[in-house]
């Protein structure tokens, strides 16, 4: 069984660029959340999608922006990036309820030159 | 605001040397309490899920607690492998009936032979 997977590994990019980042959610899981974590931070959360329409969003700018595909997978987007947008990308993935446990995949580290 | 704050931001032991890690939360209304395990680079690894206070689980040499107002993370007769940052991370009642995790920033445990 796979688990939580992402794309790319690692990823450089210069200030003012754009970026997307890949996610695809553990068989079973139709929910996709994203978390952004600074270097000795806890992650902090970003937005949460289900059945394609994001249904709730942390305290991130419009310049990040998110998807979700019918087959539940989902890219997260940044615009215009900052030199404070370097951080470690976190998916995690989940059936929806309430008592469901959030799933990590291994992140998407972006670096901001 | 949900807040969550753990202790100590870093902690040595030698192996076999027992100890607790404490997580404090103040949130609106719980619905679980989330241990991870976090190796340097990569994404959080689950541990244990406590929904009410009183309840305990337990992995290996790994036991989570939970109070109203705190977790502790209890590490019995660790090894060298038990050498992580661990996670803790409320999940609020949210209105709109989605989720989110509001994590703390997390305790290096270092484990020495």
């Known amino acids: 069984d796979a688990g939580v997977t992402q794309s790319p590994t690692h990823l450089i990019k210069t200030r003012g660029q754009q970026v997307t980042l890949r996610c695809s959610p553990k068989?079973?899981?139709?929910?996709v959340s994203w978390y952004q974590q600074a270097l000795g931070q806890g992650p902090q959360f970003i937005f949460q999608?289900?059945?394609?329409?994001?249904?709730q969003r942390g305290n991130f700018p419009d310049r990040f922006s998110g998807h979700q595909f019918p087959n539940y997978s989902s890219e997260l987007n940044v615009n215009a990036l900052l030199l404070g947008d370097s951080a470690l990308y976190l998916c995690?993935?989940?059936?929806?309820?309430?008592?469901?446990?959030?799933?990590f995949g291994p992140g998407t580290r972006l670096t901001v030159l | 605001e949900d807040q969550v704050t753990q202790s100590p931001e870093a902690l040595r032991l030698q192996e076999g040397e027992s100890s607790s890690l404490n997580c404090s939360y103040t949130?609106?209304?719980?619905?679980?309490l989330f241990w991870y395990r976090q190796d340097p680079g990569k994404g959080p690894e689950f541990l244990f899920t406590?929904?009410?206070a009183g309840e305990e689980k337990e992995k290996e040499r790994l036991k989570a607690t939970l109070t109203k107002k705190e977790s502790f993370l209890h590490i019995t007769a660790p090894k060298p492998e038990d050498s992580a940052t661990y996670l803790c991370?409320?999940?609020?009642?949210?209105?709109?009936?989605?989720?989110?995790?509001?994590f703390g920033t997390g305790t290096r445990l270092l484990v020495s032979p």
């Open positions: 995690a993935s989940s059936r929806q309820g309430s008592t469901d446990t959030q799933y």
């Open positions: 068989s079973g899981h139709d929910t």
């Open positions: 999608y289900y059945e394609e329409e994001e249904r």
């Open positions: 949130v609106s209304g719980l619905r679980g």
């Open positions: 406590l929904y009410s």
């Open positions: 991370a409320v999940r609020p009642v949210m209105n709109t009936g989605f989720q989110k995790l509001v």
